[in-house]
């Protein structure tokens, strides 16, 4: 399972980066805004942080003004993800952008025959939402198995990209069905590491060991 991480947080993603645990970083304008940062500046940062490909989204509506954002983005490094989003519009600006050896990754989608089409308008990556499909109580985790299943039915080499993960049940959830990615917020891959039994036996552990007397070296 490839890691992305959700986030245009420089010092959030070097932290995971760090452990060999980054293949990827997504952002969205929502993300841009949290960080407070210049999207040039900081997509230019994470990229020469991290090899993998980093999407970036354009805002525009219009096909034309979508391409033309495209390239602009693409410009910054050569592992961009252009992000367009799963409209009519985002689709032709996909198939030009992805014609033109830019990496795709097709955004907002909310079902299987979305995927289908950004499948076929050659997208590298499909992001299928799972959070805000449970937000409004749709289950996110069909969507994914739905479209493993029509991919896989067809041989079509676009990549589920999980996105929209909210818990860490989520990413094992996803994982089950064989999504190619996810991607998550930091604090999510970060409480990945948690387990109450973990914590109990690191009591204990210490607590024993504290009786012993003894020091390692
Ligand atoms: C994906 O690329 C999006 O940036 C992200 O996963 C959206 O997540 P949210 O629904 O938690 O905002």
Redesign the pocket.
Known sequence: MKFFV?TADVDAIKELNDLGMVDGV???P??ILKAGRDITEVTREICELVDGPV?AEVVAEKAEDMIREGKILAKIADNIAV?VPLTWDGLKACRALSDEGHMV?V?LCFSPAQAILAAKAGATFI?P?I??LDDIHLDGIDLIADIREIYDNYGYETQI?A????TVNHIIEVGKIGTDVI???PAVIKSMVKHVLTDKGLEQFNADWAKTGQKIG
């Open positions: 959700d997504t952002t969205n929502s993300l999407s992000k990754n955004t992001s939402f959070g805000r990209l996105a929209s993960i909210r991607t998550a917020p």
